[in-house]
């Protein structure tokens, strides 16, 4: 089969950018653990004052030592805020959202999730610096979205 030589190069030229670009997403994938949750739990969205974590969100240390943030995201604030947990050890978030569509992530770590409601995101983290944060809104949401914005205390 004969092949015309721009066409081959064209076609070499596509090859290494899809290889690229699957390389791309297998290294963040390997090396900065950027996955997909893998947690599925539902709720009542329209009922979360019956579910104790998320009636009263806070901080909570568990018998083994782990720490669960429960996080309830709505129009335009977190609740708990500030966040307060430990630098160094495993901290468990479980997010959802009272309303509509949501996100939380804190910028410059991989704690990065969609908060939807009727679902439950939960994902563990461990932060090494202390330090204060803040926890972004990443999914347009309203006319206050720009000021849904938490904070997170490491110490
Ligand atoms: Cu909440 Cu954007």
Redesign the pocket.
Known sequence: MNVELYERIWMWAAAALIAMFLSGILLTAGLHAVRPPSHMETLDPTALATYPEFANPAVRTQPDGGVVVSVV?Q??SFSPDPIVVPANRPVTFRVTSAD????LEVPGTNANVM?IPGYVSQFTVTFARPGEYIVA??????I???N?VGKLIVK
């Not at 809104?137 to 309203?142: I, M, P, Q």
């Open positions: 995201a129009m335009f509509v569509v949501h996100g908060a809104c990443h999914e347009y949401c309203g206050g979205h720009h849904m």
